[in-house]
């Protein structure tokens, strides 16, 4: 049943076909057979997931019957979890044993669910490969050789390849849809203050967002049911009603107006991709849906402007890390400075430096109006476009990555990994939610086609892709290996 | 050369809330190190910030009390630096839109001359922890109670010309953000901090010079002598044909001078950009309005009250309305004794004298406002001399019962019987007939002397104007 | 924009950063190669357009002022390389 949607299992959980206790523990087995090669998790949390899971049996027996009760979930190690160790993927973190729960994972466990751990990440969520974690490289399930993107890898890569039922990611530029898009699993950002930031370790706080990584549209929207919402810690979650998010999800397509980006259709984008998105707005018209391109102007500074916005914010958010309070502090330090430097240059990793130098030149003396101010009017600009675009269509859809999962160890210069995420930035710059499903398979990869829409029309995205997703079976494809770990043909 | 000088102020007021002013930790003075530090406060990873609406209240309420314009969309932002009483590696502040824009205080100097003295803007800021430097096996102890309280940083336009007036600048300021209310603002004690910028100019000139920051003054007193040792010390450079260096000092009250302090960073880049975990606030001309329908009298208003309503001079009603405490205190004297002359005098005279020999605040006195009242009816009424008061005043300092009591007890109690104090004037002249017989011969003066004889008799308690009548009718 | 080592050495000193002789260059390196990559914005007039800080027009919610906090200090410094006495332990403080 591993291979199963939240939603089946729920259904088997409430029919009494299983236990919690019993899918927790082919989880953990799971885990146990495969994490020695993907590395998804950083941390196993076999004990108090077979608690979890108990207690939720026991809740169920006395009538409780929440969606999620004793659903088995991982967390992306960016969320603290009081009495776990919560990493970011980071040296410095290497020993931070949170004492406290992030709002999105104090929700998650009112509503009953199991965790199984932690997943593996790029440090501080800084990349798009998951090769920067101190903790070593996630695989991707597809290819062992490639990468599962980046950086929510280690939640992609758990989901794909069945070592746990759904998972939580965070996405600053990309780093939910295009480890989704590359490891061939549904994930979705949703609008910015949608979700609580409270207990998410920051990377860049105005484009940070939470969501999930599942099996399913239908699944995120479950997941999003459960994590959305107001929260008065965090000043910048929005108070606006949370609707039903499964609501919606069967209503026609017919009269949806979807509009295409042309600059997402231009060099760069491999031809196989390409393919499989144009294929996808075929099945789209099929079912009554109208297709107009759009002009996203400027979505070609998208990466410009965010490789200022966000190493700028990420300087400041990660100078906490000082070696006084908490996680590490380098050995016989001879003096403060000496604290400081070595402490940070010893616990960050090089392309966490390598931002913080950025955003620190961006911020300083003479350069502000250059940099920083210059990138938040690009951001306007880029939030105008899709505004007026969004006078026009419902939805708008393009690929989500220009290409399938990349060998590991191939780009090694930060340009290129930078140039990864142009199709997803654009979003998180203007605050909008979009999803990334899978719609094809190219030499044996997945591959990703972005959903974007309006303000909290998170609702509308979900019902866009579960209805692809009732038409199509890209969602339930799986790598042959995995296949066969599942014991399928 | 004649110079003249130009100073700056910025002060610091830790704003009284009860919690700080980004969580909901407590503030309390004198707390157990870091007992008053919460995960945020500590700036524990995925923490986040939330405003205190009190603390843009208090801020609001200074601003429309010294009718400053107020920012309706104010604007935090974050200026980085390290230091390990700083735990998240910037401090949240307001740059470019503070709280509080321009407004301006009158002050009063001592030749009773005013002047308005501007204040450029005053922004919401949060404190920093504290470093203890006592010996932990050569390391330093680091406490985060006091960090993440609130301050208001009050920054004034370089319009004041000296030592003076910076003090009654600072005096001033104390008073109003006391009526309000809105912070103790108790120099020792580090919830009112001053820095000083000091530049001196050629009598004349328009540029202003170069300027140096005096940090972290902690008493009226030492911000006089460092004023005045700082400008002392730019001079003597310029007349040498030196230049000034743009620095840092810090003002060494033992030695009276001021001294360079080696920077915090060699060149302060602080990095300023808009704290994006921090929305903009904004503010209506309702809300505005609301605050100021709240502020209490205010000083200059209560001053102007003072002299109309009771009668006293510019400079008694001045000394009386400077602490919110103690012109609520010379009210209740002024009204209950049915003398507002007399009473401004024992308050600001008698009662002030005996407070600050005694280092008291208003609020501690032992005696309080109705007991003085009391003995100033006394007066009134003719129970007792005003000499006399001033014993009977000496005994309420120690013996809480009442003023009635004490003259009782100690038999303090005015002679008026006309028989005793005629035996007192019959013992005086049988006792000194010389001068008896001087005034006889028309040297009227002499009855001073007499009276004085009586009244010593008497131990003081006699009616002076009953035993001058009474020598007069004796001697004829 | 090109950065010499010597800006390179003053944003790593502001950012507490340790960077050795022999990384020098190629932190340098990698930091213009992204600095070109940046500089592309610098080809659009942004003269007319108001800077974006969040993406939605919202105002900051206002907590009321109650102490909602207890004393966590035993937790917290658990987690601390160095304290003594409930304080946190650096080494010495200069200022």
Redesign the interface.
């Given at each position: 049943m591993i291979n199963s949607t939240v939603a089946e299992i729920s259904a088997a959980l409430a029919a009494g076909d299983i236990s919690s206790v019993e899918i927790t523990q082919a989880y953990l087995d799971r885990i146990a057979a495969l994490n020695g090669d993907l590395n998804a998790f950083i941390t196993v949390c076999e004990d108090s997931a077979l608690q979890q899971a108990k207690a939720a049996d026991d809740a169920r027996a006395n009538g409780d019957d929440s969606p999620l009760l004793g659903i088995p979930l991982a967390h992306k190690d960016i969320?603290?979890t009081k009495d776990v160790l919560?990493t970011?993927g980071s040296r410095m973190?290497h020993n931070?044993?949170?004492?406290?729960n992030?709002t999105v994972v104090e929700l998650f466990n009112s509503a009953g669910t199991v965790l199984l751990g932690k997943t593996n990440m790029d440090e501080f969520a800084m990349g798009s490969s998951n090769e920067t974690s101190y903790f070593g490289d996630v695989k991707n399930p597809w290819n062992t050789e490639c990468v599962p993107g980046g950086s929510s890898g280690g939640s992609a890569a758990a989901v794909a390849a069945d070592l746990c039922a759904m998972a939580t990611g965070t996405d600053t530029g990309g780093s939910i849809r295009q480890p989704a898009a590359f490891c061939g699993v549904t994930g979705f950002k949703p609008s910015?203050?949608r979700v609580s930031?409270?207990?998410?370790?920051?990377f860049?706080?105005?484009l940070d967002q939470a969501g999930p990584i599942t099996k399913s549209a239908e699944d995120a929207a479950l997941m999003l049911n459960v994590m959305s919402g107001l929260d008065?810690?965090?000043?910048?979650s929005?108070?606006r009603p949370v609707e039903d998010f499964t609501a919606s999800l069967n209503q026609p397509l017919k009269g949806l107006r979807i509009g295409v980006p042309k600059q997402h259709f231009a060099e760069g984008l491999s031809a196989e991709v390409e393919q499989a998105v144009r294929d996808a707005l075929a099945e789209y018209e099929k079912l009554g849906a109208i297709i107009k391109e759009v002009d996203l102007t400027?979505s070609?500074?998208s990466?410009?402007?965010y490789?200022?916005v966000a190493p700028?914010?990420a300087?400041?958010n990660?100078?906490?890390?000082?070696?006084?309070?908490?996680?590490?502090?380098c050995e016989d330090?001879?003096?403060?400075?000496?604290?400081?430097?070595?402490t940070?240059?010893e616990g960050?990793g090089e392309e966490v430096?390598?931002r913080?130098?950025?955003g620190?030149?961006?911020?300083?003396?003479g350069f502000?109006d250059?940099?920083?101010?210059?990138?938040?009017?690009?951001?306007?600009?880029i939030?105008d476009d899709f505004d007026r675009a969004f006078e026009e269509v419902d939805v708008i859809i393009g690929p989500t990555s220009p290409h399938t999962a990349f060998k590991l160890g191939s780009k090694s210069?930060?340009?290129s990994m930078?140039l990864e995420d142009i199709y997803t930035i654009a979003v998180n710059?203007?605050?909008?939610p979009a999803a990334s499903i899978p719609v094809g398979v190219a030499n044996g990869m997945p591959m990703g086609m972005q959903i974007i829409g309006k303000?909290f029309d998170e609702a509308k995205i979900l019902n866009v892709a579960h209805q692809f997703q009732q038409h199509t079976d890209w969602h339930k494809q799986k790598s042959s290996a995995i296949a066969a770990a599942n014991g399928e043909a | 050369m004649e110079w003249e000088t130009v100073i700056g102020l910025e002060v610091h007021v830790s704003l009284s809330t009860k919690s700080k002013l980004f969580s909901g930790s407590s503030t309390e003075f004198g707390a157990e190190p870091n007992t008053q530090a919460n995960i945020f406060d500590c700036a524990l990873p995925g923490t986040l910030p939330v405003f205190n609406e009190e603390a843009l209240r208090m801020a609001v309420r200074f601003g429309v009390a010294i009718g400053a314009e107020i920012g309706k969309r104010s604007v935090f932002d974050r200026k980085n630096y390290f230091y390990p009483d700083l735990p998240k590696g910037y401090q949240v502040t307001q740059l470019d839109f503070p709280t509080v824009g321009k407004g301006a205080l009158t002050v009063t100097l001592a030749d009773g001359s005013e002047k308005v003295i501007g204040v450029t803007r005053a922004h919401i800021e949060e404190n920093a922890g504290k470093s203890l430097h006592e010996e932990f096996h050569g390391m330093s102890g680091i406490d985060l109670n006091r960090a993440g309280e609130p301050l208001l940083e009050i920054v004034s336009e370089p319009e004041i010309t000296s030592a003076e007036e910076a003090v009654a600048y600072l005096k001033k300021l104390h008073t109003i953000i006391r009526y309000l209310d809105i912070s103790d603002a108790i120099m020792a004690q580090g919830s009112m901090r001053c820095d000083v910028n000091v530049s001196i100019r050629p009598k004349g000139e328009t540029e202003l010079g170069t300027r140096t920051e005096i940090k972290n003054i902690n008493s009226f007193r030492f911000v006089e002598k460092a004023i005045y040792s700082e400008v002392e010390r730019q001079q003597e450079i310029l007349e040498d044909g030196g230049r000034i260096i743009q620095e840092t000092r810090r003002y060494n009250a033992d030695k009276d001078i001021t001294t360079s302090m080696r920077s915090k960073e060699v060149a302060n880049d602080y990095r300023y950009f808009p704290e994006p975990d921090l929305l903009p606030v904004v503010i209506d001309d309702e809300y505005i309005a609301a605050v100021k329908a709240q502020l209490p009298e205010l000083p200059d208003a209560r001053k102007a009250r003072f002299m109309d309503e009771y009668a006293l001079s510019n400079y008694d009603a001045g000394v009386l309305v400077s602490s919110r405490e103690m012109a609520e205190y010379y009210e209740i004297v002024a009204s209950k004794s049915g003398d507002s002359k007399l009473a401004a005098n024992w308050v600001s005279q008698d009662l002030l004298g005996m407070l600050n020999k005694n280092n008291l605040e208003i609020t501690d006195s032992p005696i309080q406002a109705e007991r003085l009242a009391t003995l100033i009816a006394r007066i009134k009424d003719s129970t007792i001399s005003g000499k006399i008061a001033k014993t009977v005043f000496e005994a309420m300092i120690t013996e809480a019962s009442d003023v009635d009591a004490i003259i009782e007890a100690k038999g303090l109690k005015q002679v008026t019987d006309s028989g005793e104090i005629e035996k007192l004037v019959l013992e005086v002249i049988e006792n000194n007939p010389a001068q008896v017989q001087q005034y006889k011969d028309g040297k009227e003066q002499v009855i001073g002397f007499l009276v004085g004889q009586c009244m010593q008799l008497s131990k003081g308690k006699a009616n002076p104007g009953q035993v001058n009548e009474l020598l007069r009718e004796k001697m004829q | 924009m090109a950065l010499d080592k010597t800006e390179v050495e003053k944003i790593a000193h502001l950012a507490r950063l340790h960077i050795s002789e022999s990384e020098a260059e190629e932190v340098t390196t990698r930091i213009t190669d992204i600095l070109t990559l940046i500089d592309q914005m610098q080809s659009v007039d942004t003269e007319a357009v108001e800077p974006l800080a969040h993406p939605l027009d919202v105002v900051q919610r206002l907590r009321v002022d109650e102490v909602t906090e207890e004393n966590q200090r035993d937790t917290l410094q658990q987690l601390a390389p160095a304290s003594e006495d409930g304080l946190y332990l650096v080494p010495k403080v200069l200022d």
């Open positions: 969320f603290c919560t970011c973190l931070f044993v949170s004492p406290y992030a910015y203050g930031r409270w207990g998410m370790i920051a860049a706080s105005s008065k810690k965090d000043s910048t929005i108070d400027n070609h500074l990466v410009s402007a490789y200022v700028a914010e300087s400041a990660l100078s906490r890390f000082d070696g006084v309070r908490y996680g590490y502090r330090p001879v003096d403060l400075e000496d604290m400081y430097k070595r940070r240059s960050f430096k390598r913080i130098m950025i620190t030149y961006a911020l300083s003396a502000y250059a940099y920083y101010r210059k990138a938040q009017k690009i951001r306007r600009l939030k210069d930060p340009v930078y710059l203007a605050g909008l303000y | - | -």
